[in-house]
């Protein structure tokens, strides 16, 4: 058994942010990841990160704007304010950290400009900005010499008298089951997102934090709200990150039209990732595609552009699609992306369970409400992971040690022998995970509708049933991946569940969530969040008022 003061579940930038402030605080802390640190989702985010600097002459207020206008007025405001007031420092803290941010002629540090905002605020490291900011925090926190759990399957969380007190993990190098006692512990484990296939998220992005919090009583808030990205490579999902528009690109369809004027004639391809998804897919719906696709052009960039700002799309380009991307406009379509929803928080990360905190996007705290503007993400990771480490630290101050029994773990380990114990049935853990991904990319989407989600639901309760049959390949101890797939399969039909009850009760359309049946927004009966709790006939959905505090819903132009 190990005992700490915090236990932060995850190592990308929102797990490493929220265990260096809790250090900073004076708690012991410990990280616990199932992949190597670097290997979080967060090192493949390309882009950038927003934050308005006054030093020229940008103002919180307007990133403010533009975000809630970009969540068609779901994202709870005085959640938004904490987070476009606070940008600055977290950049500035990163620059000083050693982040080394791309820099203008001028020297000074260099934006670019991203999809739903009218100025340039997005401070970016060539198209590689993730994996820069991941590097520069894992070294600061082996400075600070917090525990690091490395290869760690988180697969229950423990709780004693109402408040969660640590969790079980599979050591997955020996198969060893062990219980790591915290007085409070933050859920930093990243999206959901390959509940979906394709999608550009990595494998390993499978929602386990929001399944362990869901069943630990902690509800999943606005999980209707999936973000589908406008330039997605359509052999593999691949992303081509957002910067190659706010760096100039267009977008054009298979006559050569810049379609996007007809959409959103001021904005044009930097309007929301949600107006755009669903602009390429009409122009493909009515003909006037691409073999399925629509055309991303950079040529006019120029090569100078192209391979300093952009290089690593560029070679994405030459490896799967043979082209250069200063010679040739390259196919894309939308594609599954970013969950806006999660585990429902407050600014300080805490959620409705005492002591079990969340940050980065498995939580919603919420910034992003129904469509999340670009770049915006990064910042969510930095700014409410430091936020939730401060509070779990202070909350952890107050609280004696735990007493949790060892006897957790033996519950734990019949559990996962019951699993390993199962015999061959013909089925097996892919097929499932594939079909899971296929209905849910087909009926929950860019575009939905009732019988479409119903379909998406009925067949998620199905695949569970089938899940509970499902034998697990490999019986073995060491390094069990087939294991680890079989525990995540569980995790991601459980949010895949939530994801279409919620879906099913928004009877309107708002940001991500457009329903060809109901296309107008109703702010009269559902300028509301979804709640989902767990129940044994499936998800229960509750409702949450959105909190305004200056700027009340408008008509969305862009
Ligand atoms: C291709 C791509 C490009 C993107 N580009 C941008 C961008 O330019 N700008 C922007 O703002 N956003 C971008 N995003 C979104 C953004 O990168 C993510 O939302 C953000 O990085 C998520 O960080 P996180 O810390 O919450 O989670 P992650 O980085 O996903 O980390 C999750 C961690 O949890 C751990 N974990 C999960 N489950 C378990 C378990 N059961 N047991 C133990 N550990 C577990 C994992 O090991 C991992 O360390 C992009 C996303 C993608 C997919």
């Not at 520069?136 to 082996?142: A, D, G, K, R, S």
């Not at 007190?165 to 915290?182: C, D, H, M, W, Y």
């Not at 919620?502 to 559902?526: I, Y």
Request: proline letters at 3%; a neutral charge.
């Amino acid at each position: 058994m190990y005992q700490h003061d915090v236990l932060v579940v995850g190592a990308g930038l929102a797990g490493m942010r929220a265990a260096l402030a809790a250090k900073q605080a004076g708690a012991d802390v410990a990280v616990i990841s199932k992949v190597t640190p670097v290997r979080s989702h967060s090192n493949a985010a390309q882009g950038g990160i927003n934050a308005a600097l006054t030093d020229r002459g940008d103002d919180w207020k307007e990133h403010a704007y533009e975000t809630v206008k970009g969540s068609d007025y779901l994202g709870d405001q005085d959640a938004i304010e904490v987070l476009a007031q606070e940008a600055g420092r977290a950049v500035i803290e990163l620059e000083h950290m050693g982040v080394i941010f791309s820099r203008g002629p001028d020297g000074r540090l260099g934006t670019r400009h991203f999809g739903g905002q009218k100025r340039a605020r997005t401070f970016f490291v060539a198209d590689i900005t993730g994996q820069a900011m991941l590097h520069v925090l894992f070294e600061q926190l082996l400075k600070a010499g917090v525990r690091l759990y490395e290869e760690w399957f988180v697969t229950s969380l423990v709780k004693e008298n109402g408040e969660c007190r640590g969790a079980v993990a599979l050591e997955i190098a020996s198969g060893k089951l062990q219980l790591i006692t915290a007085k409070a512990v933050i859920l930093a484990t990243g999206g959901c997102g390959r509940i979906y296939e394709p999608s550009t998220n990595g494998l390993i992005v499978t929602g386990d934090g929001m399944a362990l919090a869901y069943d630990a009583g902690a509800p999943l808030m606005d999980m209707e709200m999936v973000q589908y990205h406008p330039t997605t490579l359509k052999a593999n999902g691949i992303l081509i990150t957002e910067a190659a528009r706010g760096e100039g690109a267009y977008l054009l369809n298979g006559k050569g039209e810049r379609f996007m004027e007809k959409y959103a004639p001021t904005m044009k391809e930097l309007a929301s990732r949600d107006v755009v998804s669903r602009a390429e897919t009409t122009e493909i719906n009515e003909g006037r595609g691409v073999n399925g696709c629509v055309l991303l052009d950079l040529r006019h960039l120029g090569r100078q552009v192209i391979e300093t700002k952009l290089s690593y799309i560029n070679e994405v380009a030459l490896d799967y699609l043979g082209l250069s991307l200063a010679e040739q406009p390259i196919p894309v379509r939308p594609g599954m992306h970013y969950m806006m929803g999660g585990i429902k928080t407050d600014v300080h990360g805490a959620t409705f369970v005492p002591g079990l905190y969340a940050a980065g996007e498995t939580a919603c705290v919420s910034v992003h409400g129904g469509n999340r503007l670009g770049a915006n993400s990064l910042l969510d990771t930095i700014v409410f992971g430091r936020r939730s480490g401060e509070a779990s630290a202070a909350y952890a101050a107050e609280r004696d040690a735990p007493t949790v029994p060892e006897s957790v773990v033996a519950d734990e380990e019949r559990r996962i022998k019951a699993l390993l114990d199962r015999s061959s049935n013909g089925d097996n853990v892919a097929k499932i995970r594939l079909e899971m991904g296929g209905v849910m990319n087909e009926n929950v989407s860019v575009f939905r509708r009732e019988e479409g989600m119903k379909k998406a639901l009925d067949t998620v309760k199905r695949l569970r049933e089938r899940y509970d049959r499902v034998p697990v390949q490999n019986k073995g101890k060491v390094f069990n991946t087939s294991l680890i797939f079989g525990l995540e399969l569980g995790y991601m039909l459980q949010v895949a569940e939530a994801i279409c009850a919620s879906a099913l009760s928004r009877k309107e359309s708002r940001g991500a969530h457009s329903r060809v049946d109901l296309p107008e927004r109703d702010d009269v009966n559902f300028l509301k969040h979804t709640l989902a709790y767990p129940t044994n006939d499936g998800p229960r959905i509750d409702w949450l008022p959105v909190t305004i505090t200056q700027w009340q819903p408008q008509k969305r132009v862009y």
